[in-house]
């Protein structure tokens, strides 16, 4: 990166100042055509206005063409005099466009480019009052001369341009790079690189991103620790129970009530496997192609006339109110949404108490409510529950097949269908959550 940026800052450089010399070249040389031309013209009126012009070409200055060639023919081209050759051996000028114009309207003038010498003759010519014409002529290096001749300095201002370009480009890579490098050596704490204003939200979003990777990475390994630990029980259980039917030391009657044992703590280790892999599975996928228009009132409705047994067997009356209400999510979401507050309001709750369900349109957002009249949740503990294996009684929650992941698994589904939860609860009287979609 640094090579590429290096040779195109130095490439352009060079462009830029080649294009500028050339440009000021042509410029500069367009110029002094034009003051050859302007001259020139001073100089044909000179000796149009001069009152003897035969004397006038007689004089030294002339003769010798130290200063400017001229030559005078008469109305018909017939060349009278000629300061740079012989008049009476030149041809005919009556073709000459510049002695053609200067007939016409009095004063012609014309740029000749010579091939073979390296210059240009630039002619001027005025009709005179006898109707002959006057022209006088200068000779300059053509532009490609000019330029061969500023070539070589040319050259050596191009190359002292381009090492003081390739000084800069370097000091601006070096300026720019070196503090990104220096963060990415030390992309855990990029705290002292602020070398400059643009870096500051780049510095801003790695140190986040840093601090959000340590964050997960303590997350993640509470949560391994957590479930080694939730394992650790009912596998020791189920260990210990099938070891003493090995070793033979459980009689008949024990065989079955351990067997039972062993049944039960199985269950909870896959009820526990189950939690946690829907917990990594919506923790990870961010696939919302099964996301249709579901049903909420119906699969509420399912829900609580599957959880009937359930409830009838913690002496609860389980109901449900509401109609049908269509929300765009995935029914297994809802399924495990509804399921999971019901369960728990179920378990929670106190002999002869109520659960009601309820599924309602508001200003055209879906609401479900699960409201019990159970043991409620005290004012400290109503941040934490929705934690991963946070339980306000460990006890109650392991007896009643709880696996403290529930209202994980709640709070995921919640915001994965950027819907919104509430809790009210009190300790003692009962609690209702309610979750409001399309908001
Ligand atoms: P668990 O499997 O232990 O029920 P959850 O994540 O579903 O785990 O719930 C976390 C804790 O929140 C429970 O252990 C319980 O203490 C409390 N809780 C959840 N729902 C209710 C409720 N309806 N009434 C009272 N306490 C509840």
């Given amino acids: 990166m640094k090579r590429r940026i290096y040779i195109q800052m130095t490439a352009i450089a060079a462009i830029a100042s080649l294009a500028t010399m050339l440009l000021v070249a042509f410029v500069c040389y367009e110029l002094f055509c034009g003051q050859i031309l302007d001259d020139l013209r001073t100089d044909a009126y ?3 206005e001069a009152d003897n012009l035969e004397n006038i070409f007689k004089s030294d200055e002339i003769v010798s063409g130290r200063l400017l060639r001229v030559t005078w023919v008469d109305g018909r081209g017939a060349v009278i005099f000629e300061n740079y050759a012989d008049a009476a051996g030149m041809n005919n000028h009556s073709g000459r466009p510049e ?3 200067a007939l016409e309207e009095g004063e012609g003038e014309a740029v000749r480019r010579s091939h073979t010498v ?3 003759s630039f002619y001027y010519a005025v009709r005179l009052e006898d ?3 006057v022209r006088v002529a ?3 290096d053509s532009i490609w001369s000019v330029f061969a001749g500023i070539f070589p300095a040319m050259l050596a201002i191009l190359a002292s341009l381009l090492i003081l370009c390739m000084v800069i480009a370097r000091f601006l890579i070096k300026s720019l790079l070196a503090p990104i490098e220096r963060i990415a050596q030390n992309a855990e704490d990029p705290v002292e690189e602020e070398a400059y204003e643009e870096l500051v939200p780049f510095v801003a979003t790695i140190r986040k991103q840093h601090e959000d990777i340590l964050r997960n990475a303590g997350i993640r390994q509470e949560f391994t620790a957590n479930v080694s630990h939730e394992l650790k029980t009912p596998l020791t259980v189920i260990s210990g129970y099938s070891e003493l039917i090995e070793n033979g030391m459980a009689s008949g009657k024990d065989i079955v009530r351990f067997a039972g044992e062993i049944h039960r703590n199985s269950n909870r280790l896959l009820t526990l496997i189950d939690d946690v892999i829907r917990l990594s599975e919506l923790d990870t996928s961010e696939r919302e192609e099964e ?5 909420l009132g119906e699969i509420a409705e399912t829900c609580v006339n599957m959880l009937q047994v359930h409830a009838e067997k913690h002496g609860v009356d389980l109901r449900f109110e509401g109609e049908g209400c269509f929300v765009y999510s995935e029914k297994r979401m809802m399924e495990e949404l509804v399921y999971n507050l019901c369960d728990n309001a179920i378990r929670y709750n106190r002999e002869g108490g109520k659960v009601r369900v309820a599924v309602r349109s508001e200003k055209g957002r879906a609401i479900l409510c699960v409201e019990d009249t159970g043991i409620g949740i005290g004012k400290e ?3 934490r529950i929705f934690e991963r294996f946070y339980r306000v009684d460990k006890s109650r929650s392991k007896s009643t097949g709880g696996t403290g992941l529930g209202l994980a698994i709640v709070k995921h589904i919640v915001a994965k269908n950027r819907a919104v939860l509430a809790l009210e609860s009190e300790q003692g009287k009962g ?6 979609f399309g908001v």
């Fill in 431 to 436: 609690t209702r959550i309610t979750v409001t």
């Fill in 131 to 133: 109707g002959s014409v």
């Fill in 99 to 101: 002695i053609v114009q």
């Fill in 118 to 120: 390296q210059k240009n």
């Fill in 138 to 140: 200068k000779e300059a």
């Fill in 381 to 383: 503990h109503q941040e």
């Fill in 291 to 295: 996301f249709g228009m579901v049903d």
């Fill in 46 to 48: 000179l000796l149009k």
